[in-house]
């Protein structure tokens, strides 16, 4: 195991360990649509900004950084932290930076560095001048840490990742002192010169800070803070062989920076004391970053481990990052979530003291919102049952008008075309229908939207005796939907014209994994085992009416009575491809209950 890799994991099973609070405080809370709680709570980082300004802290300046590690693509929960840096910031009329922890380059990549730029200007924000990296402050980490070393605070030690682990102690034990923590100033700075000179392998030589092997914070037990990794570095090439942990570089780039409120993770609650010592060692005036935690986003049927949204990409279990089933921020983009149902989830939620699980409908109900106001209505059958309206002038076509979108005043109307032959969606035809079918019947009538009744007259099935097509008439004195005679027609349905309507690929998406917590599995399983099959249908022969003929990607339309979608990146001239991005309603739960 690599010092780094030791590292990362001896942080992951210390913060399970030392988190503060009484267990009712751990427990999980659940909120779904309609049980939105706005509380004290939820504006607690406000509150302590607030407090800083009226005594004057840092000049009554707000400055705050989005810090993401470029080692792949952001996710839902990223959002919200982008959201609330940002917004903080413009609350307080202050400045973001955009700061990359590019610390370690075994994991890091150019293409990450410019996912993440562009899912932040998506989201509708703007960084303070351009974007900062970790890496740009090497050479003064560097003259830092040989700082601390001489103030007799920092020592190399020659342990292996192992040893390390070995003598860090346990919660009720203290840890065991390194044979090298003695070793003098001279000897110290002689080892990390070279150390950096590449006369060492990965491995060999750590420095740590010397603090206490016996504190109760077992992350202040000689942290960590340089380890030897030969490997280049997306920006400084084979400039470096020694590379800054993240608790070392961290307070130390917010400090360079001028950020006053360093806001983080609540899994990063332990690492304040290690945070604020660091500052410690190095801080020249009463300037100081304070660093406030708040709790991470968890949804339900969602995976937010990055390491484990990797595997799904490496493993083909998806087409990539941006797969619209998965919740990175390019996925739910490609899906056709909007930028301002983001930032209305996030500021839905609110931020707490405690961790939460969110229900994912929460966040559906938030694009529903959006795209109920924003989105133009259009007609689409994606399971297509040919309708013949014997009654009809073979070589007429009638243009209606249709509304664009009733909650848009301003959108205007559009006009479609009824012809001879129609599509309807097969769902809409039942031959043996129960009691309360009201939709279409040998013998019964519906209102085709905006267009005329229409009654089934005779059903042709093909050789193996499968429903073929429907023989229809149409009343022509019910043009628009009207019943001049007074009848009443229960059904309306939709439908486009076969001859006008274009050819589609419609991919319906849905959750990913079959349970709230992907985690919960049995012996021998992983979450893989919890993936939903039928988390993607492909309809590869759908009909959308030709008003949407010069659609763009990432082009939101409601398909009447169907659900939102929006144009795929994939789609090319004279082949339109469409993600569904939500139902018009929740059907999750009756899907549930059904299977049980």
Same mark, same amino acid.
């Given at each position: 195991?690599?010092?780094?890799?030791?590292?990362?994991?001896?942080?992951?099973?210390?913060?399970?360990?030392?988190?503060?609070?009484?267990?009712?405080?751990?427990?999980?809370?659940?909120?779904?649509?309609?049980?939105?709680?706005?509380?004290?709570?939820?504006?607690?980082?406000?509150?302590?900004?607030?407090?800083?300004?009226?005594?004057?802290?840092?000049?009554?300046?707000?400055?705050?950084?989005?810090?993401?590690?470029?080692?792949?693509?952001?996710?839902?929960?990223?959002?919200?932290?982008?959201?609330?840096?940002?917004?903080?910031?413009?609350?307080?009329?202050?400045?973001?930076?955009?700061?990359?922890?590019?610390?370690?380059?075994?994991?890091?990549?150019?293409?990450?560095?410019?996912?993440?730029?562009?899912?932040?200007?998506?989201?509708?924000?703007?960084?303070?001048?351009?974007?900062?990296?970790?890496?740009?402050?090497?050479?003064?980490?560097?003259?830092?840490?040989?700082?601390?070393?001489?103030?007799?605070?920092?020592?190399?030690?020659?342990?292996?990742?192992?040893?390390? !682990?070995?003598?860090?102690?346990?919660?009720?034990?203290?840890?065991?002192?390194?044979?090298?923590?003695?070793?003098?100033?001279?000897?110290?700075?002689?080892?990390?010169?070279?150390?950096?000179?590449?006369?060492?392998?990965?491995?060999?030589?750590?420095?740590?800070?010397?603090?206490?092997?016996?504190?109760?914070?077992?992350?202040?037990?000689?942290?960590?803070?340089?380890?030897?990794?030969?490997?280049?570095?997306?920006?400084?090439?084979?400039?470096?062989?020694?590379?800054?942990?993240?608790?070392?570089?961290?307070?130390?780039?917010?400090?360079?920076?001028?950020?006053?409120?360093?806001?983080?993770?609540?899994?990063?609650?332990?690492?304040?004391?290690?945070?604020?010592?660091?500052?410690?060692?190095?801080?020249?005036?009463?300037?100081?970053?304070?660093?406030?935690?708040?709790?991470?986003?968890?949804?339900?049927?969602?995976?937010?481990?990055?390491?484990?949204?990797?595997?799904?990409?490496?493993?083909?279990?998806? !087409?990539?990052?941006?797969?619209?089933?998965?919740?990175?921020?390019?996925?739910?983009?490609?899906?056709?979530?909007?930028?301002?149902?983001?930032?209305?989830?996030?500021?839905?939620?609110?931020?707490?003291?405690?961790?939460?699980?969110?229900?994912?409908?929460?966040?559906?109900?938030?694009?529903?919102?959006?795209?109920?106001?924003?989105?133009?209505?259009?007609?689409?059958?994606?399971?297509?049952?040919?309708?013949?309206?014997?009654?009809?002038?073979?070589?007429?076509?009638?243009?209606?008008?249709?509304?664009?979108?009733?909650?848009?005043?301003?959108?205007?109307?559009?006009?479609?075309?009824?012809?001879?032959?129609?599509?309807?969606?097969?769902?809409?035809?039942?031959?043996?229908?129960?009691?309360?079918?009201?939709?279409?019947?040998?013998?019964?009538?519906?209102?085709?939207?905006?267009?005329?009744?229409?009654?089934?007259?005779?059903?042709?099935?093909?050789?193996?005796?499968?429903?073929?097509?429907?023989?229809?008439?149409?009343?022509?004195?019910?043009?628009?939907?009207?019943?001049?005679?007074?009848?009443?027609?229960?059904?309306?349905?939709?439908?486009?014209?076969?001859?006008?309507?274009?050819?589609?690929?419609?991919?319906?998406?849905?959750?990913?994994?079959?349970?709230?917590?992907?985690?919960?599995?049995?012996?021998?399983?992983?979450?893989?085992?919890?993936?939903?099959?039928?988390?993607?249908?492909?309809?590869?022969?759908?009909?959308?009416?030709?008003?949407?003929?010069?659609?763009?990607?990432?082009?939101?339309?409601?398909?009447?009575?169907?659900?939102?979608?929006?144009?795929?990146?994939?789609?090319?001239?004279?082949?339109?491809?469409?993600?569904?991005?939500?139902?018009?309603?929740?059907?999750?739960?009756?899907?549930?209950?059904?299977?049980?």
């Amino acid at each position: 195991m690599s010092d780094f890799t030791f590292s990362r994991n001896f942080v992951r099973l210390n913060t399970k360990q030392f988190q503060m609070g009484s267990p009712e405080e751990k427990k999980e809370s659940i909120a779904s649509e309609g049980d939105i709680k706005t509380t004290k709570a939820a504006n607690f980082i406000n509150n302590l900004i607030e407090e800083d300004l009226a005594a004057g802290k840092n000049g009554k300046r707000v400055h705050t950084r989005f810090p993401p590690e470029p080692n792949g693509y952001l996710h839902i929960g990223h959002a919200k932290s982008i959201c609330l840096n940002f917004g903080l910031a413009q609350q307080y009329n202050g400045l973001t930076n955009l700061r990359f922890d590019d610390t370690n380059p075994t994991k890091e990549d150019v293409e990450y560095v410019d996912s993440i730029k562009e899912d932040v200007q998506w989201l509708g924000f703007k960084w303070n001048d351009q974007e900062l990296y970790a890496s740009d402050y090497f050479e003064q980490l560097f003259e830092w840490a040989v700082k601390i070393i001489q103030s007799g605070n920092a020592y190399v030690d020659d342990q292996t990742a192992e040893e390390i !682990s070995r003598n860090r102690g346990t919660v009720t034990k203290p840890g065991i002192e390194s044979p090298y923590r003695n070793r003098s100033v001279e000897e110290n700075l002689d080892l990390f010169y070279r150390m950096r000179k590449g006369e060492f392998p990965d491995g060999a030589k750590v420095l740590r800070a010397k603090i206490d092997m016996a504190d109760n914070n077992m992350l202040m037990r000689d942290p960590l803070m340089y380890r030897i990794i030969h490997a280049d570095h997306h920006r400084t090439g084979d400039k470096w062989c020694i590379y800054p942990m993240y608790d070392y570089a961290h307070g130390q780039c917010d400090y360079l920076e001028g950020i006053t409120h360093s806001i983080c993770t609540l899994e990063f609650e332990i690492h304040r004391p290690l945070y604020n010592w660091f500052l410690d060692q190095i801080a020249t005036s009463d300037y100081r970053p304070r660093q406030i935690e708040f709790s991470r986003l968890n949804l339900t049927y969602t995976m937010m481990s990055k390491r484990k949204l990797l595997k799904l990409v490496e493993d083909k279990y998806v !087409s990539g990052w941006d797969d619209p089933r998965m919740p990175t921020i390019s996925g739910i983009r490609r899906r056709g979530y909007t930028p301002e149902s983001i930032r209305n989830f996030a500021e839905m939620i609110g931020v707490a003291k405690r961790d939460q699980l969110i229900d994912v409908s929460q966040l559906e109900y938030c694009v529903r919102e959006d795209l109920n106001k924003r989105a133009n209505r259009v007609m689409a059958v994606l399971n297509p049952l040919k309708v013949v309206i014997t009654n009809y002038p073979d070589d007429q076509v009638d243009e209606l008008d249709a509304i664009n979108n009733p909650e848009d005043p301003n959108a205007g109307s559009r006009k479609i075309q009824f012809s001879k032959v129609l599509y309807i969606e097969r769902e809409d035809f039942m031959e043996n229908p129960p009691k309360k079918f009201f939709r279409l019947f040998p013998g019964g009538e519906v209102r085709m939207r905006y267009a005329y009744f229409v009654r089934c007259n005779e059903v042709i099935k093909d050789e193996e005796g499968n429903i073929a097509e429907l023989h229809c008439t149409y009343d022509p004195a019910s043009r628009g939907g009207n019943s001049p005679d007074g009848r009443k027609v229960k059904g309306t349905i939709h439908w486009v014209s076969a001859q006008h309507a274009i050819e589609a690929e419609v991919r319906l998406f849905d959750r990913l994994f079959v349970k709230e917590n992907p985690e919960d599995v049995a012996e021998g399983q992983s979450f893989i085992d919890n993936l939903n099959p039928d988390s993607l249908i492909v309809l590869p022969k759908a009909y959308v009416e030709p008003s949407v003929a010069d659609a763009k990607p990432l082009d939101s339309f409601q398909f009447e009575r169907l659900g939102y979608f929006c144009v795929d990146t994939d789609s090319a001239k004279g082949k339109l491809v469409f993600n569904r991005t939500t139902t018009l309603k929740d059907s999750w739960s009756k899907i549930e209950k059904a299977g049980q």
